[in-house]
């Protein structure tokens, strides 16, 4: 059974930068697709980036491509999701998730899920 979990979430002002990890065990992850996803408070998840198991294959959503950066270690089995100059809006839950097959932008798709760091923009 794949597990993930998802760390590198906290407080940080607007204009500053966060770093989050998400690493897998338990079954072979670095075959896995794996995506990032965000839930604010009253809104829907929406997804964030995707990265492909080799890391060749990359998905940001429009909004957030020259601001987050995705890359993976698949010695240490973990993905990374580096944002930078972070805004309120940013504010949210961050989930990594877990897919076999190609890279997707819908967490529907996404079967195995980490429970999720929160990320706080705010002065």
């Known amino acids: 059974q794949l597990q993930l979990v998802e760390s590198g979430g906290g407080l940080v002002q607007p204009g500053g930068s966060l770093r989050l990890s998400c690493a897998a065990s338990g079954f072979t992850g670095n075959y896995y697709v794996i995506g990032w996803f965000r839930q604010a408070p009253g809104k829907e998840r929406e997804g964030v980036s995707c990265?492909?198991?080799?890391?060749?294959?990359?998905y940001y959503t429009d909004s957030l491509k020259d601001l987050f950066t995705i890359s993976r270690d698949n010695v240490k089995n973990t993905v990374y999701l580096q944002m930078n100059s972070l805004k309120p809006e940013d504010t949210a839950v961050y989930f990594c998730?877990?897919?076999?097959?190609?890279?997707?932008?819908?967490?529907?798709?996404?079967?195995?899920w980490g429970q999720g760091t929160q990320v706080t923009v705010s002065s």
């Open positions: 998730a877990a897919k076999d097959g190609v890279i997707s932008r819908r967490d529907t798709n996404f079967g195995y």
């Open positions: 990265i492909n198991s080799s890391g060749a294959s990359l």
